[in-house]
């Protein structure tokens, strides 16, 4: 079963507008991370935000987490045209096992 | 530096074929995992290990078989295809166990089973 749910499943803005996708997840971790997909290519890693983390930023990218609702967020700021792929959140906690969502579609339109 | 190179990027494959897909890292990372993609389930774990010599299971490992003899190879076997079977495969590797450190993925390997 997956760990982490992200929502939404799609997500369609204008070039400028931020986006804003949610992943939830089922157990305690050490960490979270996010990874970007291209169509037809493999994951890229994005961020990595650790348990005891609340914030982090990376360029226009900004993720929270909030470990008592078991949740995360990743901010797109001023998307652009090369920023629509499919984003994973995924999970490690405690064991050698990374478990992934099932992914938000991201469509940023020019 | 290539990173993770899988070959092939496309396989057909008839049923009750057997294959090995070939995933190569050249960063030196102890840490390597399979992963299958389908539609709507995200990344599953297929098998991964820890280092040359030790591999372990992950949440679908049924009809694939792995072994790790270098540290820079993992590559993953079917022994017998299935439809089921058909999906895109990623290989990824890390310095560190997942739990903290970011992991470098390969460009897929493309699978049908007819």
């Known amino acids: 079963s997956q760990q982490g749910e992200e929502d939404p499943q799609a997500l369609s803005i204008q070039e400028g507008e931020n986006a804003t996708m949610n992943c939830s997840y089922k157990?305690?971790?050490?960490?979270l991370q996010w990874y970007r997909q291209n169509s037809g290519r493999g994951l890229v890693h994005l961020i990595l935000i650790r348990s005891n983390e609340r914030e982090k930023h990376s360029g226009r990218l900004r993720v929270t987490l909030d470990t008592s609702k078991k949740s995360s967020s990743l901010l797109i700021t001023a998307s652009r045209a090369a920023d629509t792929a499919s984003y994973f959140c995924a999970t490690a906690s405690g064991t050698y096992k990374y478990i992934f969502g099932t992914g938000t579609r991201l469509k940023v339109l020019a | 530096n290539a990173g993770v190179t899988q070959t092939p990027k496309f396989q057909v494959l008839k049923t009750g074929q057997s294959m090995t897909l070939q995933c190569a890292q050249d960063m030196n990372h102890e840490y390597m995992s399979w992963y299958r993609q389908d539609p709507g389930m995200g990344l599953r774990l297929i098998h991964y290990?820890?280092?040359?010599?030790?591999?372990d299971q992950g949440e679908v490992p049924n009809g694939y078989n792995v072994s790790r003899s270098t540290t820079e190879d993992f590559p993953l076997r079917l022994l017998s295809a299935a439809p089921s079977q058909t999906s895109v495969y990623f290989c990824?590797?890390?310095?560190?166990?997942?739990?903290?450190?970011?992991?470098?993925f390969g460009q897929g390997t493309r699978l049908t089973v007819v």
């Open positions: 290990s820890v280092g040359a010599g030790i591999t």
């Open positions: 157990t305690s971790i050490n960490n």
């Open positions: 990824a590797s890390s310095y560190a166990p997942q739990g903290g450190t970011e992991a470098f």
